[in-house]
């Protein structure tokens, strides 16, 4: 079982930056992979990035490549989340998730989900 509090979500201004954290519980964090979510309102929720268990790989979706950086700290059982050149599209409910063995964009592949941050991009 692993439990998922993220924290770090706010209020900035588009072209602002924002770093995410997702701290888990447990003493198998390091044998996850995770990824981050996003749900806009009325909107399904999407991909936006996932990471191996090692930190080794990443993935990210188009929309937020070369804008946002996936990272993780074994040590301190915490995924980030590095934001920058936030737009107002970038604007919604930011969820971590794990996985037992995948880091891609499906997210009925992942085991446990947060309950969320919220990050909201003023124009």
């Known amino acids: 079982q692993v439990q998922l509090v993220e924290s770090g979500g706010g209020l900035v201004q588009a072209g602002g930056s924002l770093r995410l954290s997702c701290a888990a519980s447990?003493?198998?964090?390091?044998?996850?992979?995770m990824g981050w979510f996003r749900q806009a309102p009325g909107k399904d929720r999407e991909f936006v990035a996932g990471?191996?268990?090692?930190?080794?790989?990443?993935n990210y979706a188009d929309s937020v490549k070369g804008r946002f950086t996936i990272s993780r700290d074994n040590a301190k059982n915490t995924v980030y989340l590095q934001m920058k050149s936030l737009k107002p599209e970038d604007t919604a409910v930011y969820y971590c998730?794990?996985?037992?063995?995948?880091?891609?964009?499906?997210?009925?592949?992942?085991?446990?989900w947060g309950q969320g941050t919220q990050v909201t991009v003023s124009s």
């Open positions: 998730a794990a996985s037992t063995d995948y880091s891609g964009s499906r997210n009925s592949r992942y085991d446990y």
């Open positions: 447990g003493r198998t964090f390091s044998s996850y992979a």
């Open positions: 990471i191996t268990w090692s930190g080794g790989a990443s």
